[in-house]
């Protein structure tokens, strides 16, 4: 017993001594360890029912149950070591793309366009995504090269410089309008000529631009995207016009957002979500709308993503919705062995 609260406090001792020689270093990695858990958290929420606790195949609830491809081995060095960082995060963090043959969105070579690996651009910050990023990483023993706080501290940095360009710009301008109305008044004019300070007006102009460019990239660092209330859509049309849209919904639904990834039609989709075989009957046309276009203004915790729907889109797969009418399961019948 002895010898071991010994040794504790020896290593207790070390431990303490050394912190201060390497808290630059350590700093950095606690950070880094931080940000792994901080990933392994929204990985564990978003991604781990389709890609599993560690990245394997075949361990997400979902796995097997969704359409092909299926997702692929994340704890695979081998093949996860030829991604770059930077293309880690542009698979999570991308804009949906139409995979409907002829009809659909053009797509490079190099592009990753799979429909039901879905975005999660407009659910996340970049630096939770940056944060999945580090954690997808250890699924497969490496490390994120990506320097969350170095980008934090440029973004600050680009925000400061904007701040101050917009500052002097606005004094600029201030003064000059001022002296072009002195000399107006002076001149018994009743308006300065804007022309004369023009040029200052179109630097403000500028600066207040570039101020807010900065402002709004510093906050899609740091916060989860946030959208104005969705409004009541139109959704009454004629039959033809609606079964017209629905054919389109029906396409982006699987081709487009891969909604059949997490959702079951006839038995076939994925089993994140509910079934959707008789959302025509349980459902109103509005509410679908608005929760497929943001989920998180009614559910903040959701886990399906907001995937980006432009209002057409949304109608589209509103009115696809509303022809899902299959009759009721029958019901188990209770007690039938009496
Ligand atoms: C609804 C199921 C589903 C969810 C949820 C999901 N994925 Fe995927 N993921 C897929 C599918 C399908 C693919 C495409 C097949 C493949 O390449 O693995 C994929 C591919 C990937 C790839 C490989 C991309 C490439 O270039 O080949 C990565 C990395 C990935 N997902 C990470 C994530 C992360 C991180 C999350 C959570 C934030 C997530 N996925 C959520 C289904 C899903
Ligand atoms: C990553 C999985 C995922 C994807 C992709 C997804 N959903 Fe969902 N969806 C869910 C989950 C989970 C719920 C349950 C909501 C909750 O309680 O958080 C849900 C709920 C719904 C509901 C409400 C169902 C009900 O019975 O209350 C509708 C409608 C719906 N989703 C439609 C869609 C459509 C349309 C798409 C494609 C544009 C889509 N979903 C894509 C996971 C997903």
Known sequence: MRTIVGLRKIALVAVLTGVSAVVGAAGCTLFQSE????????YTHYCVHCHGEHGRQNEGYNWGKMPDPRPKDLSNKAEMSTFKDEEIF????????DTTPEKGDKIGDDEFAVPTMP???????????WSIVAYVRTLHGMKSEFDVAGQIKKLDG?????????????QTFDAAQKKAEDEAEKAGKDDADESVY???????VAAKKALDAAQAALTNFKERPKFAAVARPELTMKPDQAAKLAERGKQL????????ACHQVSDTGGVVGPALDRAGFRLNGTWVFRWVKYPQSMKPDTRM???GLSDDDAKAVTLYLATLRAPKPDKPTEKSAN
């Open 35 to 42: 940000q792994v858990a901080k990933g392994q958290k929204l």
């Open 90 to 97: 542009s698979t999570i963090s991308r804009d949906m793309k």
């Open 119 to 129: 975005t999660f651009k407009h659910t996340l910050s970049e630096e939770e995504i």
């Open 158 to 170: 680009v925000k400061l410089s904007a701040q101050k360009n917009f500052d002097q710009s606005k």
């Open 198 to 204: 023009a040029k200052e007006q179109d630097a403000f």
């Open 253 to 260: 639904y699987a081709n487009k957002y891969g909604c059949n």
């Open 305 to 307: 993503p907001n995937l």
